[in-house]
């Protein structure tokens, strides 16, 4: 099991960051925030698909000022996403279970005071989103747009908070690609001790996000930093949270959900197996359970990956085995396999309960 940076706990809303508490997966919506129907039903939709924080743009006072009415009809924790306008971010911290906001970047100390005041008040946390394309200008100007830029200016605006007596935060340094990202978080984690959102910034379509957010997320994960998490993908929303997912899972940060090994195929297939593995992953996408499975082409390999599998399916010419924990328990017609192998992920979920 991975060991974590010990962080202090935080809650946005009723969900912890930090500390012990499970790495949590948030994402945020693409409709105008003031548009209150279009956006609780984006938050309901990524609430379907299992995110836990839900983040909106709160670019103006029409967008602020709809706040009120979309918590009153969500149940996600809400962060109000804020640049430089102190004001909406007094209107947001009225409502919603977070802030995220640069205090640098307000400008006047007593502004910050203000909001900081305005989330004392609700006992709600601010986010310090340092991002590689909005260094404060002296950090950008000292050392150009890298991750020392971002440290440093992460470092000034939680000095910020610090010095109004302000230590509800969590932080994040974003940046476009995984280098200047994965050397960001790193630099940080052992200077201060608030939990860390990660993330790639801007990362790019379903394809280039997934390979960018996999290797700068699953990176950082292996080595115990990060508290929360958010995929951006330029696309559909679900996408965000089923790859955060499975880079929780497959990095070993999160003990759940249906792992699926299956072969990449070679000449000895006598069956359909790309379909099979379709079928077996919707079948199986809602298991909560920590489940392996393993999709074999043929008995080749088929029987040493069943026994580090729950259940396991090896096809043959016109006939195949299902096996649990490495034994034998049917072979059967091709046409009946997939049913008894379900039929077993069935009995092995329950035997989990
Ligand atoms: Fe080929 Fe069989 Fe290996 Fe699949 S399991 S790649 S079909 S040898």
Known sequence: MIKRYPTKKIFVGDVAVGGDAPISVQSMTFSKTRDVEATVEQIKRLHFAGCDIVRVAVPDYEDAYALKEIKENISLPLVADIHFNYRLALIAAEVVDCIRINPGNIGNKERVKEV????KERNIPIRIGVNCGSLEDQFEKKHGQSAKGMVESALYNIKYLEDLDFTNIKISLK??????????????????EYPFHLGVTEAGTLFHSTVKSSIALGTLLLEGIGDTMRVSITGELEKEIEVARAILKDSGAANSGVNIVSCPTCGRLESDLVKMVEKVEELTKDIKKPLNLSVMGCVVNAIGEAKSADVAIAFGKGSGLVMKKGEIVAKLSEDKLLDR???EV?????EMD
Request: charged share 25%.
């Open 116 to 119: 900081v005041k305005a989330c």
């Open 175 to 192: 940046a476009s690609d995984v280098q200047r990202t994965v050397e960001a978080y790193r630099s940080l984690r052992p200077l201060v």
């Open 341 to 343: 192998f379900m039929q």
């Open 346 to 350: 069935q009995k092995a979920v329950e």
